[in-house]
């Protein structure tokens, strides 16, 4: 009897805990993005207990830095519905990074930001200046809490904290998603506040200064707000995408202030150099359509396409596929995918200053980052479930391994002696990442 | 194709959609496919932070499926 009453007693608990999983598949929408907590196994008793979502990966740079991150999240979901999250991340980085100045003939001495002579180093003639003593630690802790108002309303409030010794920010967003259609359609709406520091090492640049002269001040800040609209539309039974309209107006100290622009002459040799100088107010709109599809019981795909263009004369498309075919009895899975990035460059983008040009804008920044390339990431994903720990049902071990490479797409036209050098030497990275979750 | 032409052509795509399909979506007991893990748009929440995070230090653009910014000093 007692076991007869144990055994329906744990068939209704799963097919709660099923009625529970269909009722939150639309919580993919950006305002519960990320604050779902995987549900233990309900027959274990073990519903409230935390998740846990973790993984190391590493980024290595041909030639440049290199990466190690840990990253960590737990997350809870309560009886009530209510969801707490929380995520941890380390990042270390060393290596070389480039300084933004120009590849020459001849050799080329920068001191390091601190002024330091002891940190000064020398470029060899046709090589890419980089920084060899770049170094840096970052921590992160975030936290989100998801708070069901209503059948049909979610309230969510997050709070991030991100600490470099040369950097600290903090970010607090809160987002509230409507279900209605028999929730197949969910409405949300978010809005973000950050706040950043930025004490960089040896002071903050003057923007646009004589590299020579080393103006330097304090530390300075900029802030940034964002606002975020969203729907998520289940289609048919296998088919259900989100749309998300979003804009973000960045104010303050914007430049990097580890980057300078090389002045050449007509013959091509470098005279001087200048601290980038980039505007202090940035918007930026995106639109993103992200789309899942099955295509059977063993395969699913998402095709995510975004459009994105600010002030500064930026524009970008992105596309990124994935395809998730489960093996093994849905044990195993293997996960390609491919992102193609594409992006033009910053109105006052100028991988160098001629000295005998009239310029026409006060702003100029040689970063590649705001130059016009594309880029191309080829990605595979490996997961295996292994038996849960502490009475959950399963566990997830994986390994993903990333190649990104990014290509320049316009080239300036540069003084006949400095054609065969390669200014654009572009950017290929590995990233190797391990995956545990329980 | 500016960006107020694309959300407006985005809008009405989605607006004829939701509006011309009231039928569109599927009942409660027709969710299984749906609720599987591999299809939530945050099925691995850990990985779309590294990528959005390597992605953020070396392009321009970021954000776009959730809120923009990184929290980090290096971009």
């Known amino acids: ?438 | 194709m500016t960006f107020k032409q694309v959300s407006i052509l985005c809008l009405l795509s989605i607006t004829a959609i939701s509006s011309g399909c009231a039928s569109m979506g599927v009942k409660p007991w027709q969710r299984d496919v749906l609720a599987r893990e591999d299809m939530r748009f945050d099925a691995n929440p850990l990985d779309a932070a590294i990528d959005d995070h390597m992605y953020f230090s070396k392009e321009a653009s970021s954000g776009g499926r959730s809120f923009a910014g990184g929290g980090c000093g290096c971009n």
């Open chain 1, 1 to 438: 009897m007692q076991l007869r009453f144990e055994t329906r007693r744990a068939k209704a608990a799963d097919t709660r805990r099923q009625l529970m999983a269909a009722s939150c598949a639309l919580l993919g929408a950006a305002a519960a993005r990320g604050e779902e907590a995987r549900m233990a196994p309900a027959d274990s008793g073990l519903l409230e207990d935390w998740s846990v979502d973790s993984a190391l990966a590493y980024y290595h740079e041909d030639g440049r830095i290199q990466a190690i991150e840990p990253v960590v999240n737990i997350a809870k979901l309560f009886a009530d519905g209510q969801a707490l999250n929380f995520n941890v991340t380390f990042d270390s980085l060393t290596g070389s990074s480039p300084n933004g100045a120009l590849t020459s003939r001849s050799a080329q001495t920068f001191a390091s930001p601190s002024g330091k002579s002891s940190h000064a180093y020398t470029t060899a003639p046709g090589q890419l200046p980089v920084d060899p003593h770049y170094q840096d630690d970052r921590i992160a802790v975030a936290g989100t809490w998801a708070l069901p108002l209503t059948r049909v309303d979610q309230l969510s409030v997050g709070a991030k904290l991100s600490d470099e010794h040369d950097f600290f920010s903090v970010t607090v967003d809160a987002s509230i998603a409507h279900d209605f259609n028999e929730k197949n359609t969910t409405l949300s709406f978010g809005i973000s506040e950050e706040f950043d520091s930025l004490q960089p090492i040896g002071g903050a640049p003057v923007a646009g200064s004589d590299y020579a002269l080393f103006e330097k001040t304090g530390h300075k800040s900029k802030n940034g707000v964002g606002a975020l609209l969203g729907v998520t539309q289940v289609v048919t039974r296998n088919w259900l995408f989100e749309f998300n309209l979003s804009v973000d107006r960045f104010k303050g100290y914007l430049n990097d202030p580890y980057k300078i622009t090389s002045i050449i002459d007509s013959a091509g040799n470098t005279t001087g150099y200048e601290f980038e100088s980039r505007p202090d107010q940035r918007t930026r709109k995106s639109a993103y359509w992200e789309n899942r599809v099955a295509l059977g019981r063993q395969i699913s795909t998402g095709l995510a396409l975004r459009y994105m263009r600010d002030d500064w004369g930026v524009r970008s498309d992105t596309a990124q596929l994935h395809l998730r075919w489960s093996f093994s009895n849905l044990d195993r899975y293997v996960e390609p995918t491919f992102r193609w990035y594409r992006q033009t460059a910053a109105n006052f983008y100028t991988p160098f200053i001629l000295s005998t040009e009239t310029r026409n804008t006060p702003y100029e920044a040689s970063d590649s980052r705001l130059g016009a390339f594309h880029a191309l990431t080829y990605g595979l994903k490996y997961a295996q479930k292994l038996p849960g720990l502490g009475g959950r049902e399963e566990s997830e071990l994986s390994l993903r391994v990333e190649y990104y490479q990014q290509t320049f797409d316009e080239r300036t036209a540069t003084p006949a002696a400095l054609q065969g050098l390669d200014l654009y030497p572009g950017l290929k990275a590995v990233l190797v990442q391990v995956g545990w979750r329980f």
